[in-house]
């Protein structure tokens, strides 16, 4: 159980484009999921928290206008990189809470040419 | 000062060795603490969950909080090649979703067979 889905887990998009990646939980509703980001060899930083049915939270730091996120139904949250630029290009990793844990998805790298 | 900092290594040890993860932290607000595991493009998977200090046991992983010292340890013993991940230790002071995690920066390991 409490298993999470990332779709697409990569993809590869020009300078200037906007990408969306979608969270899933699949067997479990969820009021709260997370977008982290992870370079290589560095850990996973939180970008923002989204809860079902209103805003996100973003971290310090983290663009909103670039990084919309929309937390539609219990069971999926999307976040979309908007004129998507090389140094946009990371592993991005959202979770899912359910009870005291978060569940995390398999991830999705993103790559800006 | 990073609020956790943890070893990137790599360690690398021969199968059936002992490996001990440690991870330290500066904010005394941290009440819980979690272990867990990324295979490399993966996402991360928890491990262990503890919140007192000292010992809480499961299989071959033994996970240990001095929260005196602000240090906490994951011990894996008879180790494996299948072990073979990066170890992410993360923290929190609350366990709902007005808390952030903060990650360590992981510590990658190697299993020799």
């Known amino acids: 159980g409490a298993v999470v889905s990332q779709h697409p887990s990569w993809v590869i998009c020009k300078s200037g484009t906007s990408v969306k990646i979608e969270c899933r939980s699949l067997?479990?509703?969820?009021?709260?999921m997370f977008w982290y980001r992870q370079f290589p060899k560095q850990s996973l930083m939180l970008m923002a928290t989204?809860?079902?049915?209103?805003?996100?939270?973003?971290e310090q730091g983290v663009e909103k206008d670039k990084f919309l996120i929309n937390h539609a139904s219990l069971t999926l949250s999307t976040l979309t990189v908007t004129s998507a630029h090389p140094e946009d290009s990371s592993f991005y990793i959202c979770s899912a809470e359910f009870g005291d844990e978060q569940y995390f998805g398999p991830g999705t790298r993103l790559t800006v040419t | 000062q990073k609020e956790v900092e943890q070893d990137p290594g790599p360690l690398s040890v021969p199968e059936g060795a002992i490996v001990s993860l440690n991870c330290t932290y500066s904010n005394s607000a941290f009440q819980y603490f979690m272990w867990y595991r990324q295979y490399s493009r993966k996402g991360p998977e928890l491990l262990m969950y503890?919140?007192?200090?000292g010992n809480k046991e499961d299989g071959r992983f033994t996970a240990q909080v001095d929260k005196s010292s602000k240090y906490i340890s994951l011990f894996i013993r008879d180790s494996q090649p299948s072990d073979s991940a990066t170890y992410l230790c993360a923290m929190s002071a609350g366990m709902d979703s007005s808390y952030k995690l903060i990650f360590g920066s992981g510590t990658r390991l190697l299993v020799r067979p």
């Open positions: 067997d479990f509703q969820a009021t709260t």
């Open positions: 503890t919140y007192s200090s």
């Open positions: 989204s809860n079902e049915g209103s805003k996100a939270t973003y």
